[in-house]
């Protein structure tokens, strides 16, 4: 088949959804499908259009009126451009299926175009309307109606966990029936070389992510101050960047254990593989949590892991089945979670072990699969 890829930002970019359409791209390649993703041109200075890792990828402005008078008159021409633009590449590419994921303005332009050339459209939400930092389906009408109208017209959505999609079915009108889990995946066997970080201690308890609020790094910092003083020479790595980083440094000195917390910044692929295979305990304590891809390669690294109960985490880790699911809001239930973990060798052992085994439900090879069968779907009923 061809596919048409809109993911909300692509390479050079890098981030989960990044990710995602890199490796589904490239999967379904092997499979025999043809593929080109078409997504922001941002920043401006990158080519419009340009073959990344064998992928044809074609890039556009997304348009969306602003709220001055003058941004709002300039709208119409540019949005029917940018509508134009998208329509050509279709004309040249003709995809069977047009694929947004992580619905943003290309989700919106991509339900005009499914409309004018009739073609079979697929919404992937992956946390969007919950996670983002600036709350933005909160307060841009727009995307809300925007959405609204692309879950009404795709031919199916999927969600990366049951919570996305009960949260598209309660706030955005999605259809019980339409909406399917596909979750996302991870490269099984690990294709980075570790890459030590200077730490002051041996043993440490990790937790990665972008330095935010949802994110839950400050609950994790007051539960780890009631699992230090049982625990001397086990320190906390916190590792990502963001807007909330001076005020976790600040925290960590309020509980006396700012020598015990690093926060070394964002980490490389390498550094994070390290770190991965060398922590005591991954901690996912995030506030919300749609699913937490970085969950699965502390899975695949064998660490025991403690998740936070609220999101999709709990979908891939099974309350001590594969590791612990805690609200991390209740400071003392994290740091009890965290201690058994450090405490019993043989829980640890065990978690970990059925934790590897988990992850191998979650390819790359498995989710493409599926969305294959899914763009069957939705290609037949056209």
């Not at 590791?323 to 405490?343: H, I, K, Q």
Request: hydrophobic fraction near 50%; proline fraction near 6%; include cysteine.
């Amino acid at each position: 088949m061809k596919v048409a890829l809109l993911p909300s930002a692509y390479a050079p970019a890098v981030g989960g959804v990044e990710e995602l359409t890199r490796r589904l791209a490239a999967r379904l390649v092997d499979r025999g499908d043809e593929v080109e993703v078409w997504t922001f041109r941002h920043p401006p200075s990158l080519a419009p259009v340009e073959t990344v890792d064998g992928v044809v990828v074609r890039r556009f402005a997304f348009p969306l009126p602003a709220a001055a008078p003058r941004d709002v008159l300039r709208f119409p021409p540019a949005g029917f451009r940018a509508l134009g633009a998208l329509s050509e590449a279709a004309r040249s590419f003709r995809p069977d299926v047009v694929h947004v994921q992580c619905f943003s303005a290309q989700g919106i332009y991509a339900t005009a175009l499914a409309a004018r050339r009739r073609l079979p459209l697929i919404v992937s939400l992956q946390g969007e309307t919950v996670m983002d930092d600036a709350d933005i389906y909160e307060r841009s009408l727009l995307l809300r109606l925007g959405l609204r109208a692309a879950l009404h017209r795709a031919g199916a959505v999927t969600g990366c966990s049951r919570f996305v999609l009960d949260d598209a079915e309660r706030r955005f009108g999605l259809s019980a029936a339409k909406g399917r889990v596909i979750h996302n995946g991870v490269e099984v066997g690990g294709d980075e070389k570790p890459e030590p970080l200077g730490l002051p201690f041996e043993r440490f308890v990790l937790a990665l992510g972008r330095v935010v609020a949802k994110k839950g790094f400050d609950l994790l910092v007051a539960a780890f101050a009631k699992v230090a003083a049982a625990h001397p020479d086990v320190g906390l790595v916190i590792g990502g960047d963001g807007a909330a980083h001076s005020a976790l440094v600040a925290l960590a000195g309020q509980f006396g254990v700012a020598e015990r917390v690093v926060l070394p910044g964002r980490l490389d692929r390498s550094q994070v593989a390290w770190a991965m295979a060398n922590a005591e305990v991954f901690v996912l304590p995030s506030r919300v949590e749609p699913f937490g891809i970085v969950v699965l390669e502390a899975l695949r690294a064998g660490r025991p892991v403690v998740v936070s109960s609220h999101g999709g985490a709990p979908e891939i880790v099974r309350h001590e089945r594969e590791g612990l699911v805690a609200d991390p809001f209740d400071t003392e239930g994290l740091a009890s979670a965290m201690s058994r973990l450090l405490d019993e060798p043989a829980l640890a052992g065990r978690l970990a072990a059925a934790g590897r085994r988990r992850v191998e439900d979650f390819s790359w090879e498995h989710l493409a699969a599926e969305y294959s069968e899914l763009y069957q779907q939705v290609s037949c009923r056209r």
